[in-house]
C-alpha cells in the first residue's frame, strides 16, 4: 500500500502562485511510481492537471494549465511538487495527488492505484 498526502493548498488572489506537495510513504521504497495530479471543481468531475514519469524526464499538462504549472518530483523525499504559477479562479478545485506503479506518465484517472485526500485551493478574483 501506498499513502499519499497533499499539502500546500490554501486561499490566493489572481495571479499569484501556490507550490503543492504530495508526499508518498508506505511501499515506495525499490518501486517505480508515476505520479499525478488531478482537481475537481465544485459541481465537475475531477480532471488532469499534470503528470509525471518514474524518472522525471517525461511530463504532461492539461492544455489549461500550460505554461503556468510545473509539475516536479524529488524521488529522494518521495515527494512530487505542483508549482502554480499566474492562478485564475477557474484554477479553483480540490487537487488530489495519484500513483501507479510504472515507469512511463498516465493522464487518466483510471490509471491511478493510488489517490491522496485531497488539497484545497482556492483562487480570489
Known sequence: QVQLVESGGGLVQAGGSLRLSCAASG?????YYAMGW??????????????????????????????R????RDNA?????LQMNSLEPEDTAVYYCAARTGTGYYIKGTDYTY??????VTVSS
Open 38 to 67: 488531478f482537481r475537481q471543481a465544485p459541481g465537475k468531475e475531477r480532471d488532469f492537471v499534470a503528470a509525471i514519469s518514474w524518472g522525471g524526464g517525461s511530463t504532461d499538462y492539461a492544455d489549461s494549465v500550460k505554461g
Open 27 to 31: 511501499r515506495t521504497f525499490g518501486s
Open 69 to 72: 504549472f510545473t509539475i516536479s
Open 115 to 120: 489517490w491522496g485526500q485531497g488539497t484545497q
Open 77 to 81: 523525499k518521495n515527494t512530487v511538487y
